[in-house]
């Protein structure tokens, strides 16, 4: 009930193109979503994050649909850039909690051909 | 933005040494910290949760007298790995969790590449 199911493993999208990355959860306690990018021989940063009061969440090219009957939440990067290639993780919590502690999915290697 | 350092970037050490890990908030205190240990292409596996001034809570599996951890401030919590050995090779990456009115997000340092010989 603690796991955070993350798919595709890998996803290949021409430059321009939309990616979509998705995650499930089970556990409903879960009140917290972030999302981190992550590039090789670094640690991963933040990129957006959701609370389950809003079905969905925009900055910039980053979008998080949310769907709480359904436990699932997922990542649009609309106009994908080269820059974009990285690996993507989401994540939840029960961010009121004492401490937080994030349960990550498996993450998705994305790669932005030109 | 929220700042989170860790220091050395990489250290190689010798098989049976010790090796110390910091990890810093700068622009913020924060209460908890967390450390995790990634493998290649794997996702973070959690080692740890620190919380400042109290005992480190270990995830199941993880040796706490191998695996040291001090959380002496609200903007310090630091990570030895005591009688390194070449299995504990990986890379240790630690978080800190902002306060309440930064929402609580979580931010990572960029991360420790030890190399145990």
């Known amino acids: 009930q603690q796991q955070v199911k993350q798919s595709p493993q890998s996803l290949i999208v021409q430059k321009g193109g939309i990616s979509i990355i998705n995650c499930a959860y089970e556990?409903?306690?879960?009140?917290?979503f972030p999302w981190y990018q992550q590039f090789p021989g670094k640690g991963p940063a933040l990129l957006i994050a959701?609370?389950?009061?809003?079905s969905e969440k925009k900055e910039g090219r980053f979008t998080i649909s949310f769907n709480k009957s359904a436990k699932q939440f997922s990542l649009h990067i609309m106009d994908s850039q080269p820059g974009d290639s990285a690996t993507y993780f989401c994540?939840?919590?029960?961010?009121?909690?004492?401490?937080?502690?994030?349960?990550f999915g498996q993450g998705t290697t994305l790669q932005v051909k030109p | 933005g929220a700042v989170v350092s860790q220091h050395p970037s990489w250290v190689i050490c010798k098989s049976g040494t010790s090796v110390k890990i910091e990890c810093r908030s700068l622009?913020?205190?924060?209460?908890?910290m967390f450390w995790y240990r990634q493998f290649p292409k794997q996702s973070l596996m959690l080692m740890a949760t620190s919380n400042e001034g109290s005992k480190a809570t270990y995830e199941q599996g993880v040796e706490k007298d191998k695996f040291l951890i001090n959380h002496a401030s609200l903007t310090l919590s630091t990570l030895t790995v005591t009688s390194a050995h070449p299995e504990d090779s990986s890379f240790y990456i630690c978080?800190?969790?902002?306060?309440?009115?930064?929402?609580?997000?979580?931010?990572f340092g960029p991360g420790t590449r030890l190399t145990v010989t």
């Open positions: 959701i609370r389950p009061d809003v």
């Open positions: 994540a939840a919590s029960r961010g009121s909690s004492n401490t937080g502690k994030l349960i």
């Open positions: 978080s800190a969790r902002a306060p309440r009115g930064w929402g609580y997000e979580q931010y």
């Open positions: 622009d913020f205190q924060a209460t908890t």
């Open positions: 556990n409903t306690a879960f009140d917290y």
